[in-house]
């Protein structure tokens, strides 16, 4: 194989920013479109210049026409649709969450260990040149003593005029929605990419909205570094307050603030350290199609052998670290990671 045949599984928004990312790539191809409606995919296949549309998932998947899908489906659809794959034997780039539960992690590993396929989790800023500089510099000691980091995602979710049966999915508790799962995640996931490690304990507040998914969330969260150091993290992340992001690494010896550090990386995001004396400077930031590095990733794993950047380890952390916030938001108690992971 010399070139990756990519399906879309689903017809979901995130796809134009995938589409242009994969036909961008040197050994990428958009070769299928899957819907539940085969007009609806067919369409959709017109529209973007596709050759092959179908009425259902599993029929794609059977096709013989994909060697990889991208899943953007509801998150409660992520690890369903992506054993299926696997059980197919197609690679998988799944959006994030990679899923809601730990036993459907734990069924993508199975399945992933038997088909022999790959997997990762589409965690696109962290193939971007600029995370690599923040965590160069993070591990560079010009910080000193890392004390504290903290990472905000918010945005408004509009629901003007809609009907109930026409509600965004991310409103609805059974599947899968939830500020924290959909944009809590990244400065979640930033903290234990730094890390290196899950945190020790958490603690986590919400404000739920009428369906009752958390429409604000707030995480606090201790690590313990390699070297017996704690840290403490603090994240937020609203679904009803206007778009807002940063990242905020605090040291003894400086800060490092990122503007933009999960998305619209290119559009003028910047990257300052600042030191004891409060003298500032702005660290290079070199650019690159934001959605390209997570597709050109699973292609060197399917292609060259390569192990993806994000392995399901850490994914499985990801979630277990979600899952054991929203504990703590239920019962207003800290959560202890490890007590939790034997539940």
């Not at 603690?203 to 201790?222: A, L, R, Y």
Request: hydrophobic share 40%.
């Amino acid at each position: 194989m010399t070139s990756v045949r990519w399906g879309l599984l689903s017809t979901a928004r995130i796809n134009r920013r995938l589409i242009p990312a994969i036909r961008a790539s040197r050994q990428g191809k958009v070769a299928a479109i899957a819907s539940r409606d085969l007009e609806k995919a067919r369409g959709y296949a017109e529209k973007w210049n596709i050759p092959h549309a179908f009425g259902s998932y599993q029929e794609m998947l059977d096709s013989g026409e994909v060697d990889t899908v991208y899943i953007s489906l509801p998150n409660h659809l992520h690890a369903k649709w992506t054993v299926k794959a696997l059980e197919s034997g197609i690679h998988v780039l799944c959006e994030k969450p990679f899923a809601i539960s730990l036993e459907e992690v734990d069924a993508v590993i199975a399945a992933r260990d038997k088909s022999g396929a790959v997997v990762a989790e589409a965690l696109m800023y962290r193939h971007h040149p600029q995370a690599r500089v923040v965590r160069e510099f993070f591990q560079s000691g010009k910080l000193g003593e890392i004390a504290a980091m903290r990472g905000i995602f918010t945005f408004t979710l509009r629901e003007d005029g809609r009907s109930p049966d026409s509600l965004d999915v991310r409103m609805v508790p059974e599947f899968g929605g939830g500020s924290l799962w959909d944009v809590g995640i990244y400065p979640l996931s930033y903290f234990q990419c730094l890390l290196g490690t899950p945190p020790r304990w958490v603690s986590g507040s919400q404000i739920s909205g009428p369906t009752g998914v958390d429409e604000v969330f707030n995480g606090q969260m201790g690590y313990r570094t390699p070297t017996g150091k704690e840290v403490l993290a603090q994240l937020t992340s609203s679904f009803n307050v206007p778009n807002h992001t940063a990242l905020e690494i605090i040291g003894r010896d400086g800060r490092l603030t990122a503007t933009r550090p999960f998305n619209n990386i290119d559009h003028r995001a910047e990257l300052i350290f600042t030191d004891r004396k409060g003298r500032s400077r702005k660290l290079n930031i070199p650019q690159k199609p934001l959605y390209l590095g997570e597709v050109e990733d699973l292609q060197a794993a399917i292609l060259d052998g390569e192990k993806p950047l994000i392995s399901l380890k850490e994914t499985r952390n990801h979630i277990l670290t979600v899952l054991a916030l929203y504990r703590s938001a239920r019962t207003g108690q800290f959560v202890n990671l490890e007590d939790f992971s034997r539940l």
